[in-house]
């Protein structure tokens, strides 16, 4: 038997996610969302997240010519508006920023590679980590939706860990990574108090399982999880389900919004996460002499200020 890295959240601090609807218009995307991560701050929260693709339409046919290259990092302005507006945004406003997510491009165009990226930025507008969606969404669910992100976009390969210094640790994945629980379970032994899912589930998959998921996730690591998704649109080839929600470590869901635009904002307490893992003590209670531990293994991991270290 293992125990996990206790959580540490240094203090209580206020959550909130944007459910943001955005168009084609890059630029009006990007003065859309700097107006209301302004908004979550000036009521108080100090951890911003926006939804997966929140700079343009969401499709495959939209992540090539909405692109930006992120690397060598810093990018330039005229390379990646995007990533300059997020750290903008999040030194004006004063927050930890999970951008949601933006295509991604490879530095060398002959390459045609495209990842579907997250970047986090601190209050004072430094990077402080960036992840790629580590598992595509390819599904087909006959007389309801096909979709194939592999036909346009390569995945990530590492597990995203971020610190928030003064709070502590938070993991990020990207929409369809929440089905997969692995990500999560290191992120929590590694001492993540919350994972942030941006994420755009669909109108036939979110009412089955958006909620599911998040809550699942919470159960099985005894912590905060927030998906934030886009407001819906009827009229965009691929219809966000809405509903972004923060769930607590005993996986009651707190606050959840309807399909329109809406900003959820929930207060996350470190003392809520150790009454829980108290009262139902999974981590002194798992089997590794029956199971493996997935935190076990050599894992590639970005922690620490978006440096990427391997262990």
């Not at 084609?24 to 003065?31: Q, R, S, V």
């Not at 859309?32 to 926006?50: I, T, W």
């Not at 693709?53 to 046919?61: K, R």
């Not at 089997?287 to 050599?298: E, H, I």
Request: charged share 20%; hydrophobic share 40%.
């Amino acid at each position: 038997m293992a125990t996990s890295n206790a959580p540490v959240l240094v203090q209580s601090l206020k959550l909130s996610c944007i459910q943001l609807a955005s168009g084609p218009d890059k630029a009006a995307n990007l003065a859309h969302a700097r107006d209301m991560v302004l908004s979550a701050a000036r009521d108080g929260a100090k951890l911003v997240v926006l939804p997966e693709c929140f700079n343009s339409p969401y499709g495959c046919e939209y992540f090539p010519s909405y692109a930006e290259t992120l690397l060598p990092s810093p990018p330039t302005p005229e390379q990646a508006p995007s990533y300059h507006a997020l750290s903008s945004m999040a030194a004006e406003a004063g927050v930890f920023l999970v951008g949601g997510s933006i295509p991604e491009a490879d530095p060398d165009p002959a390459a045609k590679k495209y990842y579907n990226t997250c970047l986090t930025f601190g209050p004072d507008g430094a990077l402080l980590g960036t992840h790629r969606k580590v598992h595509l969404f390819d599904i087909d669910i006959p007389g309801k939706i096909v979709f194939r992100e592999s036909e346009v976009l390569f995945p990530g390969n590492k597990v995203t860990i971020i610190d928030l210094p003064g709070y502590g640790r938070i993991g990020v994945a990207i929409c369809y990574d929440v089905r997969f629980p692995e990500l999560a379970t290191i992120a929590a032994r590694r001492g993540a108090f919350a994972l942030v899912y941006p994420g755009a589930f669909n109108t036939t998959t979110g009412p089955l399982h958006w909620t599911l998921l998040g809550r699942a996730r919470a159960t099985d690591n005894q912590m905060y999880v927030a998906l934030c998704s886009p407001a819906r649109d009827e009229e965009a080839s691929y219809r966000a389900y809405g509903h972004t929600l923060v769930v607590d470590p005993m996986a009651r869901v707190l606050e959840e919004a309807g399909e329109g635009e809406q900003i959820v904002s929930c207060e996350l307490d470190g003392a809520l996460i150790a009454e829980t893992r108290r009262n139902i003590p999974l981590s002194t209670q798992r089997r590794f002499d029956v199971y493996p531990d997935v935190n076990a293994g050599k894992i590639r991991i970005v922690e620490t200020f978006g440096i990427l270290h391997e262990v």
